[in-house]
């Protein structure tokens, strides 16, 4: 594979409403970020994948887009987006758009004028279907619940939208549409951006009809003819978030020579603690095992013919210090240590989403009222017309609700945790007064310093990069062990993946030196070798 510079890099996700603010006016900006940026040089990182910042109505928080070249007011304007791209290239840290193209705003010109009438030059834009018997064309149903199928009562007809009813979806089968979309891409390429992360990107080659939404048959088409009308031209990166992808569908993405994206962000391992074949709010406990399983699948299956983000975390999904971690403030820091070193030892290219460099966790609410986000807010509504109770309701959306990642960024301890001094848009996690960026700077054991060392451990070491992966011990119901390789060198990671005591019944192999670990004054001989609550080592060995 030749090599790259976004495979040996690390990525940091903003999300921009909960980063910093800079006017208090309660909502994150860019000028925030620009005030950040040399706290993130320091982490080590070197791409920034932004969140949306463009023109919306907010929906969906951003991902219903109005006008894809101007900057949401809120957020500040296209010069401060201008001076972020230049301020983050002094620090050698590049920007990764958000690209969200799957769908629109309803409040996107081309839909206004759409749904204006049949003839309407836009109309082809959208996804529109005749009432069936007077109902939904048929039975797809919307990611954020209720049907897919929104009637415009101008037309009579149905329009699609796979999330919510603001935002419709484009109909990737008009040339004219896909023309619009390499446009809006080349403007901000233009701009120096580093790249794009393409927003359920496996979805735009649909079929309504068929009902099939994901991997449709026309979807590598489309983005071979996006690299070539695009970014092809440009040494950047992108990602692709794929939902449904195997490590097969992912080498169609990803592998060089078929020239279309740079890298996969799946999801495989995300849904290990649901219930099969229903939804992220049916929960059932992880499955270790299957967790090392399908991690390690991924590891080996890619070979040097694709290439996968390493994630835990982000926007969407919950803390993964109180999902698979411990929130406990005893456990806090071992397990976040713990679940990092797993992941950034692996192969891949490593997300860090903001606030998981300090340990944040979840924020459970008692009442619906406390809740921003559409998804849970529709997801409630469903569940209490079909009968569940809000106490049940309200359990799911504590554990896996994506406000949870949403909480506004814990600065320092002072008033709104150095977010906002006005009203912040979405209240803080109460710990902030305890667990906060400027503490963690303070301490050179933190959970910040940690995954600093993890991101210079990348940086410093190819075998972190492209060594071989080798699981060990994969039916051992506490411990996840791996090996990773290169020419003559060879490192284990070992991690108790829980809050007990476990000892090691592997082979024994002679130890070389101690890379990093999360207790001090780790044991060295892995004969009658014990790994303490949530402890990880990194052995280099002979
Ligand atoms: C995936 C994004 O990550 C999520 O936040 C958004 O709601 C949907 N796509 C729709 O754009």
């Known amino acids: 594979m030749e090599k790259k510079w976004w495979q040996d890099s690390v990525i940091y996700q903003i999300y921009p409403r909960s980063f910093q603010d800079s006017n208090d006016d309660g909502i994150g900006d860019l000028r925030g970020i620009i005030k950040r940026l040399d706290y993130l040089e320091k ?151 580093g790249g794009f992360r393409m927003d359920v990107i496996d979805l735009v080659g649909k079929i309504p009809d068929q009902k099939i939404t994901g991997n449709g048959p026309r979807l590598h088409e489309y983005l071979k003819k996006m690299n070539q009308e695009t970014f092809g031209k440009y040494d950047v990166m992108t990602v692709g978030e794929t939902w449904g992808a195997t490590p097969e569908i992912a080498k169609l993405y990803s592998n060089p020579d078929r020239q279309e994206l740079s890298m996969v962000f799946q999801f495989e391992h995300i849904g290990l603690d649901e219930q099969p074949g229903k939804s992220k709010w049916d929960y059932q406990p992880l499955d270790f095992i299957k967790l090392k399983r399908v991690l390690s699948k991924w590891q080996t299956e890619l070979g040097n013919e694709g290439w996968n983000s390493l994630f835990w975390n982000n926007h969407d999904l919950p803390r993964i210090i109180s999902r698979w971690g411990n929130d406990s403030p005893e456990y806090r820091e071992l397990s976040g240590k713990m679940l990092a070193t797993l992941l950034h030892l692996m192969k891949g290219t490593p997300y860090i989403y903001q606030g998981e460099e300090i340990g944040m966790i979840n924020t459970p609410v008692s009442s619906i009222e406390e809740i921003d986000d559409i998804e849970s807010i529709n997801m409630y509504q469903e569940r209490i017309k079909q009968g569940y109770e809000s106490k049940d309701i309200l359990k799911s959306i504590n554990r896996k609700g994506r406000d949870n990642a949403r909480r506004p960024m814990q600065w320092d301890n002072s008033l709104n945790g150095g977010f906002t001094k006005g009203k912040p848009w979405l209240s803080l996690n109460e710990s902030y007064t305890e667990l906060n960026v400027e503490k963690a700077l303070a301490d050179p054991n933190s959970i910040f310093y940690y995954y600093q060392q993890l991101i210079t451990l990348r940086k410093e070491n190819p075998l972190v990069v492209w060594g071989d992966y080798k699981e060990l011990l994969p039916d051992d119901p506490h411990l996840f062990v791996y090996e990773r390789s290169l020419a003559n060198e060879k490192w284990l990671v070992m991690a108790n993946f829980y809050n007990k005591s476990a000892s090691y019944h592997g082979e024994i192999q002679e130890i070389d030196k101690v890379v990093l670990s999360n207790y001090p004054n780790p044991q060295q001989n892995l004969v009658g070798m014990t790994l303490k609550p949530y402890e990880v080592i990194v052995f280099k060995l002979k």
Do not use: C
Request: aromatic share 14%; glycine share 6%.
């Open 43 to 193: 982490l080590g990182i070197d791409a920034i994948w932004l969140s949306p910042v463009y023109q919306s109505p907010n929906d969906d928080n951003g991902y219903d887009i109005s006008d894809y070249e101007s900057i949401l007011p809120e957020f500040g304007t296209m010069e401060d987006m201008e001076e972020l791209i230049a301020e983050g290239k002094k620090r050698n840290i590049k920007f990764i758009m958000d690209l969200v193209v799957n769908h629109t705003s309803d409040e996107h010109p081309w839909f206004i004028e759409a749904k204006k009438s049949k003839e309407n030059p836009y109309r082809d834009y959208y996804i529109w279907r005749d009432p069936v018997d007077g109902k939904e064309p048929n039975d797809l149903q919307s990611i954020f619940s209720g049907s897919a199928w929104e009637l415009d009562e101008t037309t009579g007809q149905y329009y699609l939208h796979l999330f919510s009813k603001k935002q419709p979806d484009l109909n990737w089968e008009n040339p004219a549409v896909q023309q619009e979309i390499w446009k809006l891409m080349n403007f901000w390429l233009k701009k120096g951006i």
